[in-house]
């Protein structure tokens, strides 16, 4: 049954500007249902209004027990990713103007486990993340010599710098193919952080790296389907760095 939101009629200054859209939302608890359903509400929005916005509209004034992520509302936590008219995108970042669509459809990222509605377990991407060594290995610190800093070049930096933007929200693990087939996949949020540090010049465990991700589950598994670049909110393109990674398991790059 379709509700209307009574917070934009409040708003009694700007009526002439608001426009309605029907908000579907994905609801689902795996401890009771067997199968995901969807309620609808009729929100009334301005041209600014994000997704997350409306969906918050809906947990203020109709059901407060929608289960949502979110935090920091600027596309930097990378909480409130979901799948939005079919694709994965933040929540925040996602404005209904932009959608054009009378119809705004809210569902959990694919290849994430639901914990309820909206929210997603992150564990798996966590799990992978860590497990390419996100962070400099060098053999001597900063502590045991007299350097304070290893400075880099423009064009050193250049060759990395990008992959250092990823927020970890997950969607482009949502919109791999392969996470959709292989529950072992390491992903593409992993393989790019894996070719941020490898092509790091002041890391030294490129060695470590690439035998962690050749494996069977690892940078051979990926088809070069490119749906993860397509959907990073920070302008980051795993699939570059998994080819680029390629090039130095096979000896192209060094």
């Excluded at 292989?182 to 010049?201: E, M, W």
């Excluded at 060695?207 to 389907?225: E, N, P, T």
């Amino acid at each position: 049954m379709a509700q209307t939101s009574s917070l934009a009629e409040t708003n009694t200054s700007s009526n002439s500007t608001l426009k309605s859209i029907t908000l579907r939302i994905a609801r689902f608890n795996p401890e009771q249902d067997d199968a995901k359903k969807f309620m609808e509400f009729t929100i009334s929005y301005e041209r600014w209004t994000t997704v997350l916005e409306a969906i918050l509209d809906v947990k203020q004034h109709f059901d407060h027990s929608v289960a949502v992520r979110y935090s920091c509302r600027q596309a930097t936590c990378g909480s409130c990713g979901m799948i939005i008219n079919g694709k994965p995108r933040l929540a925040c970042f996602t404005k209904i103007s932009e959608l054009n669509s009378n119809i705004v459809t809210v569902e959990p990222m694919n290849n994430f486990p639901i914990i309820r509605d909206l929210a997603v377990k992150f564990e798996r991407l966590f799990d992978t993340h860590h497990k390419v060594k996100p962070y400099l290995i060098r053999d001597d610190t900063e502590i045991e010599t007299s350097a304070k800093e290893f400075l880099q070049s423009p064009e050193e930096l250049e060759q990395y710098i990008q992959f250092s933007n990823c927020i970890k929200c997950g969607l482009c693990n949502s919109a791999c193919p392969t996470m959709a087939t292989d529950s072992s996949f390491v992903g593409p949020q992993a393989l790019a952080q894996a070719y941020r540090y490898v092509a790091d010049s002041r890391d030294k465990g490129r060695d470590q790296r690439l035998k962690i991700i050749d494996d069977s589950h690892g940078i051979w598994r990926c088809h070069f389907a490119g749906s993860c670049s397509q959907v990073c909110p920070k302008g980051v393109d795993p699939a570059m760095g998994i080819q680029l990674l390629r090039g130095y398991m096979l000896g192209f790059k060094s």
